[in-house]
């Protein structure tokens, strides 16, 4: 599927970082992307004119048989262009299909194939059928609604793509620039990249019913108010049904519920994450965080940029004390049942770095290595007899008994607080969190309890969870 992609924007900033990252996130096309400006004119009447002029203009740039056009405040779905291509194949007498960013067919009141407003924000088009189209307004109808009834006079289709997702950010957070845009000639200028998009990530949580509700109204709504969209896998055991499905409502999230243990979901997680990860291309970006006391504060682009930049290493991050100022480390050892298995551990953990298991990233392929030696570690006199904490001796039994399959990266993607001294950090009520070294925060990790406050503070994520939630996908209740 070759697709040119038309970015319109009012002028020539580089693009938000958000929206270039849902760009080039895209699977399943070969995609060039171009960017078309529409900057106002004296003359304008108003912005319907700007905008139906920079459209026309959009019409001509390209040659591949599918053209995406683009405002520069959506975010894409990762599949959202292929989605698009496969609905039109699917339908030859349709000119265009749209994904439905602003939640137009939210209300069910208008069918998908032909509503009366299809918005250009986000929709894709037939060359061909571009081609003839004369984007205009009249004084009580936008460019949008006069397409719409151009193409329907002509007996050509126009619609929005239900399985299609895009989201309209007009302000969204996290929305810094991110790519060096090439001007041509005094040309609308092109970002070259004829590739096959890179995969999507993909990030996996699992927790219990007693972080079920963190997982909605911190980690999940935090991860997407910072402009992170990727696909959510969630390992949830002993939910309740009315529980499971509020969170099976959520936009982007994939529940796997299983029946409650005593095992911890710590420990479940480096089995059943296999299931997932396993069925995944070796390359794609995989990311896993603790459920119940993360926030997310910044894109993970450059993260999913570091797991294409070490393909075969594991990516873990330092905790701020290491043996002896950790005291715990001794103390995981001594559940170890068998002495030299016991011996060992404590060699390995007491003369290196300590890494905290709340967070691992890496290719795939990198991440299922892990996760299949963790769970043999588990299962073996290496670790047998240790209790819920066994993920963090496994994590760091893997990496320090092999040094060269793991890479140690910037604490900004998984800053824990528990063990760091309150001189380091800045942290406000809202639970966003600053260094005082001037290094990032992307992900904040509040272990130990140290950002459970958060549930019963006025401004915290918890207390406007209604507001920071994503819209469901359905009605749900409680």
């Known amino acids: 599927m070759h697709v040119d992609l038309i970015l319109l924007s009012r002028d020539l900033s580089t693009p938000r970082r958000d929206v270039w990252n849902g760009i080039m996130a895209q699977t399943g096309v070969v995609m060039r992307v171009h960017r078309v400006t529409g900057p106002p004119r004296p003359g304008d009447v108003n912005r319907h004119e700007t905008i139906a002029r920079a459209r026309n203009q959009a019409r001509n740039v390209g040659d591949a048989p599918w053209v995406m056009l683009l405002d520069d405040d959506v975010v894409l779905a990762p599949d959202c262009l292929a989605r698009l291509v496969e609905g039109l194949e699917a339908r030859p007498e349709f000119a265009a299909l749209a994904a439905d960013s602003d939640g137009q067919m939210r209300s069910g009141l208008e069918h998908w194939d032909y509503p009366s407003h299809v918005g250009m924000a986000a929709v894709m088009f037939r060359r061909e059928r571009l081609a003839g189209l004369n984007f205009r307004w009249e004084d009580d109808k936008c460019e949008c ?143 896993y965080w603790d459920a119940g006391d993360v926030l997310f504060q910044g894109s993970l682009g450059p993260l999913w940029d570091l797991t294409a930049q070490y393909p075969g290493l594991l990516l873990a991050v330092v905790e701020p004390k290491s043996y002896p100022d950790n005291p715990a480390i001794p103390h995981w050892c001594d559940n170890i049942l068998d002495p030299a298995a016991r011996e060992r551990a404590f060699e390995l953990l007491s003369t290196n770095v300590f890494l905290n298991s709340g967070f691992a990233a890496g290719t795939a392929s990198a991440v299922l290595d892990y996760l299949r030696a963790g769970e043999r570690l588990l299962d073996s006199p290496a670790l047998r007899g240790v209790d819920g904490w066994g993920d963090q001796l496994a994590l760091n039994l893997y990496c320090h008994g092999n040094p060269g399959r793991w890479r140690a990266i910037d604490p900004a993607w998984n800053y824990t607080l528990a063990g760091r001294h309150r001189s380091e950090y800045t942290l406000e009520p809202s639970g966003k969190a600053s260094r005082h070294d001037k290094g990032a925060v992307y992900v904040l990790h509040g272990n130990a309890k140290t950002l459970r406050w958060l549930d019963f503070s006025p401004s915290g994520p918890a207390w406007n969870r209604n507001q920071a939630e994503l819209p469901a996908k359905a009605s749900v209740s409680d």
């Open 145 to 287: 609604l006069c397409c719409c009834g151009d193409l329907r006079a002509a007996s050509l289709g126009i619609g929005y793509l239900p399985s299609a997702r895009a989201w309209h950010r007009p302000s969204a957070p996290g929305s810094s620039s991110c790519v060096a845009v090439e001007t041509s000639g005094g040309q609308s200028p092109c970002v070259k990249t004829e590739r096959q998009a890179r995969a999507p990530g993909h990030i996996l949580t699992a927790f219990d019913r007693r972080d079920h509700v963190r997982f909605r109204t911190h980690f999940l709504s935090t991860l997407r108010a910072a402009g992170n969209y990727e696909q959510v896998w969630a390992f949830a055991y002993g939910l309740f049904p009315s529980e499971r499905a509020r969170l099976e409502a959520q936009e982007g999230v994939r529940v796997i519920a299983s029946p409650g243990n005593r095992v911890s979901p710590a420990l479940r997680r480096l089995k059943d994450f296999q299931r997932v990860v396993a069925d995944l291309p070796g390359e794609t970006p995989v990311a």
